[in-house]
């Protein structure tokens, strides 16, 4: 059965449950990629596709069997997860290479393994080039699932192995810093949204000199560096819409922080944002304080 390569997901668990069905009915690949922000239901799927070729079932995992219940429970052996490090921006050769005993395992319950790599945009170089030598001459019974947020970072000889999927995600909100709100409570950028008036708050600090660039900077270092820019940008996308088209549905502490700026400031800490998101995307160290000290000072320059 051949799928559309883009899928457009809400919040719809009979959407869901389709989709599945139409992945049961065709043949699974030795490799997937499937790319979509956080907050397009991807991961949702992902897991639960994960668990019906576990399960070995027509549609759906049945949640009674022995595969099921170890899958439920995260012990599943047939299951190896390479993610981000603890305060790393990117996926070492190291796990790469510790990945290639489990590759050629046997699987110990089914009939096959499963390689689940998330966030695969995230892998350095010399990562993707080994990961390339395991997906040329894959063992069958190994399925690779490669999770993205974008492709900017990965190579096309990995995305050329893989079975592309991508999950578009019309979210209807209110405002662009409403995005962070969809975010699960694990993921720091749903932190960010419950601190958003502190943010804001610290903003406007900043802007009549209440504070300095280094201390609030400082202040900020907590954040992982891309989470901390990407937040900035809706906040600054935001504000440009308030000024485009003014609205009382803001509260008194944006409301102060838009009218502090203009829209020509506001597009320049777009530029210099966007520019940040990208060496990010490329896993180039950044300086944190330097680079939030910089960013601080757009707000408040003319």
């Known amino acids: 059965m051949q799928l559309p390569n883009s899928f457009d997901f809400f919040n719809d668990i009979d959407r869901m449950t389709k989709l599945l069905s139409q992945f049961a009915q065709s043949k699974i690949a030795q490799a997937y990629l499937f790319i979509g922000s956080k907050h397009s239901f991807l991961n949702d799927f992902v897991r639960q596709l994960i668990g019906n070729i576990l399960c070995g079932s027509e549609l759906k995992s049945c949640g009674k069997c022995k595969s099921c219940r170890m899958y439920a429970d995260a012990a599943h052996p047939d299951i190896s997860y390479i993610t981000l490090e603890e305060n790393s921006n990117s996926i070492k050769i190291d796990e790469i290479r510790n990945l290639q005993i489990d590759v050629f395992q046997t699987p110990q319950c089914g009939k096959y393994r499963m390689i689940v790599i998330n966030p695969a945009e995230r892998l350095n170089m010399q990562a993707a080039n080994a ?68 943010i804001i708050a610290r903003l406007n600090d900043v802007v009549v000199d209440e504070l300095s660039f280094a201390s609030v900077a400082n202040e900020w270092t907590d954040y992982k560096i891309e989470n901390i820019i990407w937040f900035l940008y809706l906040i600054t996308a935001e504000a440009i819409k308030y000024l485009l088209l003014p609205d009382n549905k803001y509260d008194a502490n944006f409301i102060k922080f838009a009218n502090s700026q203009n829209i020509a400031k506001l597009y320049n800490q777009i530029d210099l944002l966007n520019a940040y998101i990208g060496k990010s995307q490329k896993n180039i160290v950044l300086n944190q304080t330097l680079a939030l000290e910089k960013i601080l000072l757009g707000y408040v320059s003319c």
Do not use: G, M, Q
Request: glycine fraction near 0%; charged fraction near 30%.
């Open 131 to 198: 990961l390339l030598k395991i997906l040329e001459e894959p063992p069958e019974h190994t399925v690779f699932v490669l999770v993205a947020d974008c492709l900017n970072n990965l190579p096309l000889t990995i995305i050329s192995r893989c079975r592309r999927y991508f999950f578009n995600d019309h979210v209807e909100i209110d405002s662009y810093i409403e995005l962070a709100k969809d975010y699960p409570n694990s993921e720091e950028r749903a932190s960010l949204f419950a601190a958003k008036d502190n």
